[in-house]
């Protein structure tokens, strides 16, 4: 990681169902993250939001036949180049990007700009797997279905909205998974991937699976690109989220977690990039998931409690 964090903001909600989560970045920044980072030593500069007009003023039932029910297709593609363009950017002059969302669809674009010149493996904290496709999605949100388009499930193919540089799936962690359809559990038990559930982080601690986690997909490639879901919290912890599942990580482990991350980068120099999404202030109670977002990315930036080690 460098000494310097870019923030990008990507106000989108074309990927979800409640609205709401456009507002994120707004609610992330006004609860401190650039205050957060500096605390950790990291220089920050925040370069604003991408483009994302809001999702009542486009067409929600506009469709692309060849990709069933994805809804927002056309929406989700602008908003994931620009992010991607950023991404870049902020890596070629030697910055961490900090994308901030948003639903999780900005991940297509993280990940097309974090692996533009580059391998990378991904470390997903989510209670989802996101491994969903226009076929099997029942909802047609594509913030269901990042990680299936970065691994180049079939039905991605040659599809522009889902274009990313193609992970190797033995580079791809899930971290606290709970809450996945019948057939994308079938596609993570395909795929060379490692999921841990929230059944290995109870029976193994925070410690043990993030260390595997970090291991695993950071090696042999350029870098690691860590996704963190609000929701991979409990709900008690991260109430503002649009898909709330009971039984996620707690207050302490999330950030211990996030700092086992900022650990094995300074051992390592693997976190590439990172995003932040699905913080929906309207559904939070007095901004706390929001200032808990601000903390977790600041923890994974090198924040302590006796200060930057």
């Known amino acids: 990681m460098s000494e310097e964090a870019r923030i990008i903001g990507a106000p989108s909600d074309y990927g979800a169902n409640r609205r709401g989560v456009d507002?994120?970045?707004?609610?992330?920044?006004?609860?401190?993250?650039?205050?957060?980072?500096?605390?950790?030593?990291?220089?920050?500069?925040?370069?604003?939001?991408?483009?994302?007009?809001?999702?009542?003023?486009?067409?929600?039932?506009?469709?692309?036949?060849?990709?069933?029910?994805?809804?927002?297709?056309?929406?989700?593609?602008?908003?994931?180049?620009?992010?991607?363009?950023?991404?870049?950017?902020?890596?070629?002059?030697?910055?961490?990007?900090?994308?901030?969302g948003g639903d999780h669809s900005v991940a297509i674009g993280s990940l097309r700009g974090a692996a533009a010149d580059a391998d990378v493996g991904t470390v997903w904290f989510d209670a989802h797997a996101d491994m969903n496709t226009?076929?099997?999605?029942?909802?047609?949100?594509?913030?269901?279905?990042?990680?299936?388009?970065?691994?180049?499930?079939?039905?991605?193919?040659?599809?522009?909205?889902?274009?990313?540089?193609?992970?190797?799936?033995?580079n791809v962690v899930w971290v606290g998974l709970r809450s996945v359809d019948d057939r994308e559990a079938e596609a993570v038990r395909e795929s060379a991937g490692t999921a841990f559930t929230m059944s290995d982080i109870d029976e193994h601690g925070i410690d043990e699976v993030v260390d595997r986690a970090m291991s695993i997909a950071s090696d042999g490639v350029d870098g690691v690109h860590v996704s963190l879901d609000l929701d991979w919290l409990d709900p008690n912890e991260a109430p503002?989220?649009?898909?709330?599942?009971r039984g996620g990580v707690t207050y302490r482990?999330?950030?211990?977690?996030?700092?086992l991350v900022a650990e094995h980068d300074g051992e390592h120099d693997s976190l590439r990039s990172m995003?932040?999404?699905?913080?929906n202030p309207i559904l939070d109670e007095h901004n706390e998931t929001a200032e808990l977002a601000t903390e977790l990315a600041a923890s994974a930036l090198g924040k302590r409690i006796l200060g930057r080690r």
């Open 240 to 245: 503002g989220v649009g898909t709330p599942v």
């Open 23 to 100: 507002m994120g970045p707004s609610a992330i920044r006004y609860a401190g993250l650039q205050e957060q980072l500096e605390a950790a030593g990291v220089a920050c500069v925040d370069v604003g939001d991408v483009t994302a007009p809001p999702a009542e003023t486009q067409d929600a039932d506009k469709r692309v036949p060849e990709q069933g029910r994805a809804k927002f297709v056309e929406e989700v593609e602008a908003v994931s180049h620009q992010v991607a363009d950023e991404v870049a950017a902020a890596i070629g002059d030697g910055a961490t990007p900090l994308v901030i």
């Open 253 to 259: 482990e999330a950030h211990h977690a996030l700092e």
């Open 275 to 279: 995003e932040v999404v699905e913080v």
């Open 134 to 170: 226009p076929s099997t999605s029942p909802s047609g949100n594509v913030h269901g279905m990042p990680l299936a388009a970065a691994l180049g499930n079939d039905e991605f193919e040659g599809v522009e909205w889902a274009t990313a540089p193609r992970l190797d799936p033995e």
